[in-house]
Protein backbone atom coordinates (compact mmCIF):
# COMPACT_ATOMS: atom_id res chain seq x y z
CA UNK A 1 0.00 0.00 0.00
CA UNK A 2 1.54 3.60 -0.86
CA UNK A 3 2.62 5.74 2.52
CA UNK A 4 -0.21 7.55 1.88
CA UNK A 5 -3.10 5.64 1.66
CA UNK A 6 -1.36 3.33 4.66
CA UNK A 7 -2.09 6.81 6.37
CA UNK A 8 -5.24 7.40 5.47
CA UNK A 9 -6.37 3.76 5.98
CA UNK A 10 -4.88 4.17 10.13
CA UNK A 11 -6.99 7.28 10.35
CA UNK A 12 -10.57 5.72 9.60
CA UNK A 13 -9.53 2.97 11.67
CA UNK A 14 -8.99 5.67 14.57
CA UNK A 15 -11.86 7.01 13.92
CA UNK A 16 -13.86 3.79 14.08
CA UNK A 17 -12.56 2.89 17.57
CA UNK A 18 -13.52 6.29 18.76
CA UNK A 19 -16.76 5.75 17.99
CA UNK A 20 -16.53 2.23 19.25
CA UNK A 21 -15.37 3.96 22.31
CA UNK A 22 -17.70 6.57 22.57
CA UNK A 23 -20.66 3.93 22.14
CA UNK A 24 -19.12 1.98 25.08
CA UNK A 25 -19.01 5.21 27.19
CA UNK A 26 -22.80 5.88 26.48
CA UNK A 27 -23.62 2.32 27.66
CA UNK A 28 -22.61 2.91 30.90
CA UNK A 29 -25.76 4.82 31.64
CA UNK A 30 -29.38 3.50 32.62
CA UNK A 31 -31.72 5.22 30.15
CA UNK A 32 -33.14 7.41 32.19
CA UNK A 33 -29.70 8.53 32.85
CA UNK A 34 -29.41 9.94 29.27
CA UNK A 35 -32.00 12.80 29.51
CA UNK A 36 -30.28 14.51 33.24
CA UNK A 37 -27.95 16.70 34.02
CA UNK A 38 -25.22 15.77 36.32
CA UNK A 39 -23.10 19.35 36.23
CA UNK A 40 -24.90 22.27 36.05
CA UNK A 41 -23.18 23.93 33.54
CA UNK A 42 -23.58 21.39 30.99
CA UNK A 43 -25.57 19.93 28.64
CA UNK A 44 -28.31 17.21 29.07
CA UNK A 45 -25.95 13.50 28.20
CA UNK A 46 -28.36 13.63 25.40
CA UNK A 47 -27.00 16.62 23.56
CA UNK A 48 -23.43 14.76 23.41
CA UNK A 49 -24.94 11.56 21.22
CA UNK A 50 -26.08 14.08 18.70
CA UNK A 51 -23.12 16.58 18.87
CA UNK A 52 -20.42 13.70 18.26
CA UNK A 53 -21.93 12.36 14.97
CA UNK A 54 -23.24 16.08 14.16
CA UNK A 55 -19.80 17.49 14.53
CA UNK A 56 -17.81 14.70 12.05
CA UNK A 57 -20.46 15.02 9.59
CA UNK A 58 -20.84 19.25 9.45
CA UNK A 59 -17.10 19.44 9.36
CA UNK A 60 -16.08 16.99 7.20
CA UNK A 61 -19.33 16.68 4.88
CA UNK A 62 -20.74 20.39 4.91
CA UNK A 63 -17.98 22.53 5.63
CA UNK A 64 -15.37 20.77 3.67
CA UNK A 65 -16.86 19.43 1.00
CA UNK A 66 -19.78 20.91 0.44
CA UNK A 67 -22.26 18.08 0.97
CA UNK A 68 -26.15 18.88 0.99
CA UNK A 69 -27.46 18.05 4.65
CA UNK A 70 -30.10 15.64 5.21
CA UNK A 71 -30.92 17.12 8.83
CA UNK A 72 -30.20 21.09 8.92
CA UNK A 73 -32.18 21.98 11.88
CA UNK A 74 -30.43 18.90 14.11
CA UNK A 75 -27.52 20.16 13.19
CA UNK A 76 -28.01 23.34 14.28
CA UNK A 77 -29.72 21.62 17.83
CA UNK A 78 -26.06 19.93 18.02
CA UNK A 79 -23.49 22.26 16.70
CA UNK A 80 -22.49 23.97 19.78
CA UNK A 81 -21.10 23.16 23.34
CA UNK A 82 -21.51 25.69 26.38
CA UNK A 83 -19.18 26.57 28.65
CA UNK A 84 -21.42 29.16 30.94
CA UNK A 85 -20.12 30.46 33.68
CA UNK A 86 -22.02 29.18 37.63
CA UNK A 87 -24.48 32.57 37.49
CA UNK A 88 -25.72 31.75 33.96
CA UNK A 89 -26.83 28.11 34.07
CA UNK A 90 -29.30 26.19 31.09
CA UNK A 91 -32.45 25.84 32.01
CA UNK A 92 -33.73 23.77 29.16
CA UNK A 93 -36.26 20.90 30.23
CA UNK A 94 -36.17 17.38 28.99
CA UNK A 95 -38.93 17.42 26.85
CA UNK A 96 -37.17 20.06 24.92
CA UNK A 97 -34.96 17.90 23.20
CA UNK A 98 -35.98 14.94 20.64
CA UNK A 99 -37.11 11.73 21.87
CA UNK A 100 -33.76 8.69 21.77
CA UNK A 101 -34.57 7.43 18.71
CA UNK A 102 -34.65 10.55 16.90
CA UNK A 103 -31.36 11.24 18.18
CA UNK A 104 -30.01 8.05 17.40
CA UNK A 105 -31.10 7.85 13.90
CA UNK A 106 -30.03 11.65 13.30
CA UNK A 107 -26.70 9.88 14.70
CA UNK A 108 -26.64 6.98 12.44
CA UNK A 109 -27.61 9.16 9.54
CA UNK A 110 -24.68 11.46 10.20
CA UNK A 111 -22.14 8.22 10.73
CA UNK A 112 -23.12 7.24 6.97
CA UNK A 113 -22.72 10.47 5.12
CA UNK A 114 -18.84 10.55 6.93
CA UNK A 115 -18.21 6.98 5.84
CA UNK A 116 -19.70 7.74 2.39
CA UNK A 117 -17.08 11.14 1.96
CA UNK A 118 -14.16 9.96 4.23
CA UNK A 119 -11.79 8.93 1.09
CA UNK A 120 -12.20 12.19 0.12
CA UNK A 121 -12.26 14.68 3.01
CA UNK A 122 -9.03 16.79 3.46
CA UNK A 123 -6.67 14.93 6.47
CA UNK A 124 -6.94 17.89 8.60
CA UNK A 125 -10.53 17.75 9.04
CA UNK A 126 -10.73 14.01 9.60
CA UNK A 127 -8.58 14.43 12.56
CA UNK A 128 -9.86 17.63 13.98
CA UNK A 129 -13.38 15.50 14.13
CA UNK A 130 -11.14 12.54 15.37
CA UNK A 131 -9.65 14.33 17.83
CA UNK A 132 -12.93 16.46 19.25
CA UNK A 133 -14.68 13.48 19.80
CA UNK A 134 -11.60 11.87 21.55
CA UNK A 135 -11.68 15.27 23.99
CA UNK A 136 -15.33 14.62 24.61
CA UNK A 137 -14.61 11.14 25.65
CA UNK A 138 -12.36 12.07 28.14
CA UNK A 139 -14.92 15.24 29.36
CA UNK A 140 -18.04 12.55 29.20
CA UNK A 141 -16.46 10.58 31.75
CA UNK A 142 -16.11 13.47 34.22
CA UNK A 143 -19.56 14.05 33.40
CA UNK A 144 -20.47 10.61 34.40
CA UNK A 145 -17.93 10.35 37.18
CA UNK A 146 -20.65 12.62 38.63
CA UNK A 147 -24.20 10.04 38.30
CA UNK A 148 -24.97 7.91 41.48
CA UNK A 149 -23.83 4.21 40.77
CA UNK A 150 -27.49 3.40 40.49
CA UNK A 151 -27.74 5.59 36.93
CA UNK A 152 -24.31 3.21 36.02
CA UNK A 153 -24.39 -0.48 34.93
CA UNK A 154 -21.43 0.27 37.05
CA UNK A 155 -21.18 -3.87 37.35
CA UNK A 156 -20.21 -4.36 33.71
CA UNK A 157 -17.19 -1.81 33.65
CA UNK A 158 -15.32 -1.99 37.41
CA UNK A 159 -12.11 -2.43 37.80
CA UNK A 160 -9.36 -3.79 40.24
CA UNK A 161 -7.75 -1.00 42.06
CA UNK A 162 -3.98 -0.74 43.41
CA UNK A 163 -3.34 1.13 46.37
CA UNK A 164 -0.53 0.23 49.25
CA UNK A 165 -2.75 1.73 51.97
CA UNK A 166 0.81 4.18 52.69
CA UNK A 167 1.37 8.01 51.61
CA UNK A 168 4.59 7.28 49.73
CA UNK A 169 7.18 10.60 50.59
CA UNK A 170 7.21 13.09 48.23
CA UNK A 171 10.71 14.31 47.14
CA UNK A 172 12.23 17.12 45.18
CA UNK A 173 13.70 16.86 41.65
CA UNK A 174 16.62 20.46 40.72
CA UNK A 175 15.65 20.96 37.30
CA UNK A 176 18.43 22.84 35.42
CA UNK A 177 18.24 26.11 33.91
CA UNK A 178 17.53 26.26 29.92
CA UNK A 179 15.01 26.27 27.19
CA UNK A 180 11.53 24.92 26.91
CA UNK A 181 9.84 24.53 23.86
CA UNK A 182 6.27 25.20 23.50
CA UNK A 183 3.87 24.51 20.58
CA UNK A 184 5.10 23.78 17.02
CA UNK A 185 6.09 25.36 13.92
CA UNK A 186 3.07 25.87 11.39
CA UNK A 187 3.90 23.77 9.03
CA UNK A 188 4.30 20.40 10.99
CA UNK A 189 1.52 18.11 11.56
CA UNK A 190 -1.86 18.67 13.01
CA UNK A 191 -2.48 20.91 15.72
CA UNK A 192 -5.29 22.60 17.21
CA UNK A 193 -4.91 26.56 16.95
CA UNK A 194 -3.55 27.34 20.55
CA UNK A 195 -0.97 24.76 20.15
CA UNK A 196 0.67 27.64 17.04
CA UNK A 197 3.52 28.77 16.57
CA UNK A 198 6.86 27.27 17.90
CA UNK A 199 7.98 29.54 21.10
CA UNK A 200 11.59 28.77 22.67
CA UNK A 201 11.75 30.15 25.93
CA UNK A 202 14.16 30.40 28.20
CA UNK A 203 13.34 29.29 32.14
CA UNK A 204 15.71 29.34 34.86
CA UNK A 205 16.43 26.55 37.45
CA UNK A 206 14.00 25.37 39.79
CA UNK A 207 12.84 22.23 42.19
CA UNK A 208 9.80 20.51 41.53
CA UNK A 209 8.06 17.52 43.70
CA UNK A 210 9.10 14.52 41.81
CA UNK A 211 5.52 13.04 42.63
CA UNK A 212 1.91 14.21 42.11
CA UNK A 213 0.48 15.61 45.38
CA UNK A 214 -1.30 12.48 46.47
CA UNK A 215 -4.83 12.24 48.88
CA UNK A 216 -2.70 11.09 51.62
CA UNK A 217 -0.50 14.68 51.36
CA UNK A 218 -3.79 16.66 51.12
CA UNK A 219 -4.64 14.96 53.97
CA UNK A 220 -2.93 17.08 56.22
CA UNK A 221 -3.89 20.35 54.70
CA UNK A 222 -7.25 19.28 55.11
CA UNK A 223 -7.01 18.38 58.48
CA UNK A 224 -6.19 22.08 58.90
CA UNK A 225 -9.40 22.89 57.94
CA UNK A 226 -9.09 23.08 53.96
CA UNK A 227 -12.63 21.94 52.55
CA UNK A 228 -13.03 18.23 50.75
CA UNK A 229 -11.81 17.54 47.23
CA UNK A 230 -15.20 16.95 45.44
CA UNK A 231 -13.91 13.58 44.52
CA UNK A 232 -13.97 12.36 48.55
CA UNK A 233 -16.77 12.03 50.65
CA UNK A 234 -17.22 11.52 54.56
CA UNK A 235 -19.34 8.99 55.80
CA UNK A 236 -19.58 8.19 59.78
CA UNK A 237 -15.92 10.01 60.15
CA UNK A 238 -14.07 8.12 57.57
CA UNK A 239 -12.68 8.90 54.21
CA UNK A 240 -13.85 7.78 50.95
CA UNK A 241 -13.00 8.14 47.18
CA UNK A 242 -15.75 8.56 44.90
CA UNK A 243 -14.29 6.45 42.16
CA UNK A 244 -16.26 5.98 38.66
CA UNK A 245 -18.19 2.78 39.72
CA UNK A 246 -17.10 2.52 43.34
CA UNK A 247 -16.86 4.15 46.62
CA UNK A 248 -13.29 3.21 48.10
CA UNK A 249 -11.72 4.03 51.58
CA UNK A 250 -9.49 7.43 50.19
CA UNK A 251 -6.10 5.73 48.66
CA UNK A 252 -3.57 7.85 50.08
CA UNK A 253 -1.07 6.83 47.19
CA UNK A 254 -3.21 8.37 44.34
CA UNK A 255 -2.83 11.56 43.08
CA UNK A 256 -5.18 13.97 44.51
CA UNK A 257 -8.01 15.48 41.79
CA UNK A 258 -8.44 19.09 43.21
CA UNK A 259 -9.41 22.26 41.70
CA UNK A 260 -6.88 25.02 40.77
CA UNK A 261 -7.34 27.51 43.59
CA UNK A 262 -7.50 24.64 46.11
CA UNK A 263 -3.96 23.13 44.19
CA UNK A 264 -2.55 27.11 44.30
CA UNK A 265 -3.51 27.15 48.10
CA UNK A 266 -2.20 23.78 49.01
CA UNK A 267 1.31 24.79 47.81
CA UNK A 268 0.85 28.20 49.34
CA UNK A 269 0.36 26.39 52.67
CA UNK A 270 3.53 24.48 51.92
CA UNK A 271 5.33 27.44 51.15
CA UNK A 272 5.69 26.52 47.70
CA UNK A 273 4.09 27.33 44.05
CA UNK A 274 2.28 25.67 41.35
CA UNK A 275 4.69 25.50 37.91
CA UNK A 276 4.20 28.00 35.05
CA UNK A 277 3.35 26.02 31.79
CA UNK A 278 7.19 27.15 31.10
CA UNK A 279 8.17 24.94 33.80
CA UNK A 280 6.00 22.11 33.22
CA UNK A 281 7.65 21.55 29.87
CA UNK A 282 11.35 21.83 30.99
CA UNK A 283 10.73 19.19 33.94
CA UNK A 284 8.87 17.01 31.13
CA UNK A 285 10.72 17.01 27.95
CA UNK A 286 14.23 18.73 28.97
CA UNK A 287 17.48 17.12 29.00
CA UNK A 288 21.21 17.66 29.73
CA UNK A 289 21.87 16.65 26.79
CA UNK A 290 19.77 18.44 23.78
CA UNK A 291 16.77 19.33 22.17
CA UNK A 292 13.75 18.09 24.21
CA UNK A 293 11.79 14.95 23.98
CA UNK A 294 8.26 14.24 22.39
CA UNK A 295 7.49 12.86 25.59
CA UNK A 296 8.79 12.56 29.42
CA UNK A 297 10.25 8.99 28.79
CA UNK A 298 11.62 9.63 25.22
CA UNK A 299 11.06 9.63 21.94
CA UNK A 300 8.63 6.23 21.73
CA UNK A 301 4.81 6.68 21.29
CA UNK A 302 2.91 6.13 24.37
CA UNK A 303 1.45 2.60 25.27
CA UNK A 304 0.15 1.27 28.88
CA UNK A 305 3.81 0.47 30.19
CA UNK A 306 4.58 4.23 30.59
CA UNK A 307 1.29 5.45 32.27
CA UNK A 308 -1.79 5.78 33.11
CA UNK A 309 -3.57 6.91 30.00
CA UNK A 310 -5.62 6.11 26.79
CA UNK A 311 -8.27 4.49 28.29
CA UNK A 312 -6.95 2.04 29.91
CA UNK A 313 -8.52 2.41 33.64
CA UNK A 314 -11.34 4.78 35.19
CA UNK A 315 -9.49 5.88 38.11
CA UNK A 316 -5.98 6.43 39.03
CA UNK A 317 -3.23 4.55 39.79
CA UNK A 318 -0.41 4.78 42.90
CA UNK A 319 1.88 8.28 41.83
CA UNK A 320 4.63 5.13 42.23
CA UNK A 321 3.69 3.39 39.31
CA UNK A 322 5.31 3.10 35.93
CA UNK A 323 8.71 4.47 37.20
CA UNK A 324 10.20 3.80 33.47
CA UNK A 325 7.74 6.88 32.37
CA UNK A 326 9.94 9.10 34.42
CA UNK A 327 11.38 12.35 32.93
CA UNK A 328 15.18 12.46 31.80
CA UNK A 329 15.41 14.60 35.16
CA UNK A 330 13.58 12.04 37.54
CA UNK A 331 9.90 13.22 37.72
CA UNK A 332 7.18 11.59 37.64
CA UNK A 333 4.12 10.93 35.76
CA UNK A 334 4.35 13.78 34.20
CA UNK A 335 1.89 12.24 31.52
CA UNK A 336 -1.57 10.64 32.72
CA UNK A 337 -2.98 9.40 36.21
CA UNK A 338 -4.10 12.75 36.01
CA UNK A 339 -3.69 16.21 34.60
CA UNK A 340 -1.59 18.94 36.59
CA UNK A 341 -2.62 22.22 37.06
CA UNK A 342 -0.58 25.13 35.86
CA UNK A 343 -0.46 29.13 37.18
CA UNK A 344 -0.34 29.87 33.58
CA UNK A 345 -3.54 31.97 32.01
CA UNK A 346 -4.75 30.80 29.30
CA UNK A 347 -3.71 33.03 26.26
CA UNK A 348 -2.30 32.71 22.45
CA UNK A 349 1.42 32.03 21.71
CA UNK A 350 2.92 34.23 19.71
CA UNK A 351 2.12 33.98 15.88
CA UNK A 352 -2.00 32.63 17.05
CA UNK A 353 -4.68 32.48 14.82
CA UNK A 354 -8.11 31.43 15.00
CA UNK A 355 -9.05 27.68 13.32
CA UNK A 356 -10.84 29.05 9.64
CA UNK A 357 -13.69 26.78 10.53
CA UNK A 358 -13.62 26.54 14.25
CA UNK A 359 -12.70 29.85 15.12
CA UNK A 360 -14.05 29.25 19.38
CA UNK A 361 -11.98 26.96 19.86
CA UNK A 362 -9.76 28.46 21.51
CA UNK A 363 -10.27 32.20 21.34
CA UNK A 364 -13.37 32.02 23.22
CA UNK A 365 -11.70 31.15 26.16
CA UNK A 366 -8.66 33.77 26.39
CA UNK A 367 -10.58 35.89 28.58
CA UNK A 368 -8.34 35.55 31.82
CA UNK A 369 -10.44 32.82 33.73
CA UNK A 370 -9.13 29.66 32.58
CA UNK A 371 -5.83 27.91 33.53
CA UNK A 372 -4.28 25.62 31.53
CA UNK A 373 -3.57 22.02 32.55
CA UNK A 374 -0.65 20.02 31.10
CA UNK A 375 0.01 15.80 30.72
CA UNK A 376 -3.01 14.13 30.96
CA UNK A 377 -5.41 11.95 32.49
CA UNK A 378 -6.66 8.29 32.87
CA UNK A 379 -8.95 9.13 29.95
CA UNK A 380 -6.85 11.05 27.82
CA UNK A 381 -6.48 8.74 24.35
CA UNK A 382 -2.88 8.94 23.34
CA UNK A 383 -2.99 11.11 20.36
CA UNK A 384 -3.72 14.11 22.77
CA UNK A 385 -0.48 13.27 24.64
CA UNK A 386 1.55 15.39 22.16
CA UNK A 387 3.74 18.07 24.34
CA UNK A 388 2.26 20.99 22.41
CA UNK A 389 -1.19 19.92 23.37
CA UNK A 390 -2.76 22.22 25.73
CA UNK A 391 -6.05 21.96 27.63
CA UNK A 392 -7.58 24.59 30.10
CA UNK A 393 -10.90 24.80 32.73
CA UNK A 394 -11.69 27.32 35.00
CA UNK A 395 -10.01 27.76 37.90
CA UNK A 396 -12.47 26.95 40.26
CA UNK A 397 -14.33 23.99 37.93
CA UNK A 398 -14.18 20.28 40.23
CA UNK A 399 -14.67 17.93 37.98
CA UNK A 400 -11.58 17.94 35.68
CA UNK A 401 -9.57 14.81 36.35
CA UNK A 402 -6.46 17.22 37.35
CA UNK A 403 -4.15 16.98 40.27
CA UNK A 404 -0.53 19.24 40.70
CA UNK A 405 2.93 18.85 42.12
CA UNK A 406 4.35 21.88 43.64
CA UNK A 407 7.83 23.78 42.73
CA UNK A 408 10.31 25.84 44.53
CA UNK A 409 12.39 28.44 42.49
FE1 LIG B 1 -17.82 19.69 20.98
Not at 390 to 403: G, I, L, M, Q, S
Amino acid sequence: MPVLEAATARLHQELRSARAESDRLFSILTKTALYARPIAERHRVIFYIGHLAGFDSIQICREALGVKMPDPQLDTLFQAGIDPDSSHLPSDQPSDWPTLDQIQGYANRARHLVDDHLERAPEEVSIMALEHRLMHLETLAYMFHNFGYEQKNCHLFRQHHRSSGATPENSWRDIPAGEAILGKPREASFGWDNEYEEVREYVPGFRIQRFKVTNGEYLRFVKEGAPLPHFWVERDGSLFYRGMFEEIPLPLDWPVYVTQSQAEAYARWIGKSLPTEQQFHRAAYGNDSGAPTAFPWGNAAPRHELGNFDFKRWDPEPITAHPEGDSSFGVSQLVGNGWEWTSTIFGPLPGFKPHSTYPGYSANFFDGEHYVIKGGSPRTAARLLRRSFRNWFRRDYPYVYATFRCVEN
